[in-house]
């Protein structure tokens, strides 16, 4: 029995030094190359991680990056037409001026025109009718002398005054 037992542990230690030589080295080693593999994956995935962290870090920031440029482009805008508006209001003003004082121009021209046509007419009649007077006045000898000596009257006056 003890060489039984002997030969069952010799027996035993032969397998376990073919299993330690033979088998565990191989096995160690497919272990420690799915152990790096895991270690690879999970090292991976953390920078794929901070990857996909960075690129929506990026998308937010480029988000709020239009929406302020969209703000921006916005105000401009508004401003843009609020100056087109004060310009062509402006020009709209001048442009009124303009007509205005064109237009008054050309109503101090008519007036002056009117007031020439009138004076030439009026000159016009007065001296027809100055002449129907006159005409009036010297047809009889009674009327010439009145007019001789009313017209000395008024030099002699005249002469007194100076």
């Known amino acids: 029995m003890v060489s039984t037992i002997l030969a069952e542990v010799f027996a035993f230690l032969i397998i376990l030094f073919v299993l330690y030589k033979y088998v565990l080295p191989p096995l160690k080693a497919m272990t420690d190359k799915r152990a790096q ?14 990857r996909l962290e960075q ?7 480029a988000v709020e990056n239009a929406q302020n440029d969209a703000a921006r482009i916005r105000d401009d805008a508004r401003a843009d037409a609020q100056r087109i508006a004060d310009e062509m209001r402006q020009k709209a003003e001048e442009e ?11 109503l101090e021209n008519a007036r002056s025109q009117v007031v020439r046509e009138l004076k030439t007419e009026l000159g016009g009649h007065s001296t027809e009718l100055a002449g129907r007077l006159v005409r009036q006045e010297l047809q009889s000898d009674q009327a010439k002398k009145a007019s001789v000596d009313s017209f000395l009257d008024e030099l002699n006056r005249s002469a007194s005054r100076n």
């Open 96 to 106: 009124v001026e303009r007509l205005r004082r064109r237009g008054e121009e050309s």
């Open 37 to 50: 593999e895991i270690e690879q994956q999970v090292e991976d995935s953390r920078k794929a991680r901070e």
């Open 55 to 61: 690129a929506e870090a990026a998308y937010r920031e």
